[in-house]
């Protein structure tokens, strides 16, 4: 299989894994007052913490899954990296949604199966699962996840905020160099200990008050 | 000298361990070690009981300056229970492109528990300090610490801070990671805000009631509770969660 088109499909927010439900705490931000000016910061604050933490535990994931090691380590540090229990819920939530589709996809893949049987494992473990099975590279992985959360925030701005859809691809394209080099920093990683753990304290808090709230578009 | 790191050539050892009882009252042994001029947390016993102990960390010389290396290890023996506090908030100074650092080892022994309510950490503009925390529990061991960090004197810009935090459990298993790189750029939406102190609240080892102290409470996955707020002053903190963490 083309790894490019397998990236492709699963980049693609066509995908029926409920990706239309998450603002990335976009929702929470605005609703404190952050302005339309302020989502590329916002983006880039994401790919400086909580986007580390996701694509260091994919990539530590894929390494682990391709050698045959157990990953309940790599969900065990990727919780203890993800102290607000409603981003670990919604990673767990989408993780389900994406387990489902890639089970249809690779029925007989040993990568899904050890994925699978881990007691709710989060989104980055089942991409990697995904990745080992396509034989994605593990830069390439990393690069999907940042790109992904990108993307996430800048379809949700939209719903937010009174936006042109040309500025807010724009602010995807201008942050992708920074989500290279995130890519690069976090594709050699191998060990569950050495998944990046930068906090963003106002994320966690958003997160937190987001869950708490009764009105609201998006989920998280 | 007893620093590892050559390059700080201010590096002393502060040990407090809290172990068995002898003759009816705690063991405690507090020592510290290093080069006589470099500044250091003094431990000094304020009271102490067949099964506790209360000791203030009381600064010994100026700190913090460019090159010290604070170091502090703390062990509280099987049941014991340490309860340890500061005199005063610490001031992290200018350092002219020089650097500091502030390390902390606890290790907690089955059902042993440590109460540590820091005071503010300021990070002057200039200063760039590394601050490492390592935690161990044992089962049943308990730990309630408070940090307070503040970026910058009143109306001055932030220093650098590099922070990491781990606390293991007896098995191995990670209960809370984190690292933060603070500067002026971590004051952007999503980060700290326009905030410039962050303070925590941890409490690991014990069951907080489900609905007690809600506000910037985080759960953790494995037991514990973590309590964040950002402020823009260190008096604007609430201190619910330190008396949630502390009595419950």
Sequence with gaps: MSEELLMMLLADARLPVAGHTQSGQLEAAVRSGLTAEQ???FMRSRLASVVRVEAGTAVVGLHRLRAGLPVEPVLDAWAARTPAA???????TLGRALLRLVRRLFPDSPHVKAVAVLERPCRPLVLAAAAATGGLAPASLARLVAYDDLQTVASAALKLLPLDPLDATSWVHDLLPEAERLAAAVAPLTEPHQIPASSAPQLDLWAQAHAQTTRRLFSA | MTTSTPELAGGALTRVRVGAVAGGRV??????TGPATAPALRPMLLAGDARSARISLVPDGAMLLAGDDVRVEVEVGEGMHLTLVEPAGTVAYDMDGGQ??????????AGATLVWAGEPFVVSAGADVTRDTQVTLAPGARLALRETLVLGRHGERPGRAHTTWSAYGHDGRPLLVESLDLDASSMAPGLLGPHRVLASVT?????IAPDACPDGRLDLEHGGTLWRHLAGEAHEVPAEPWECATTG
């Design chain 2, 100 to 109: 500091a650092s502030w390390s902390v080892r606890i290790t907690l022994a």
């Design chain 2, 203 to 207: 409490a690991l080892g014990q069951q």
């Design chain 1, 86 to 92: 409603p981003m670990r819920d919604t990673s767990r």
């Design chain 2, 27 to 32: 063991r405690v042994e507090t020592d510290v």
């Design chain 1, 39 to 41: 989502v590329p910061v």
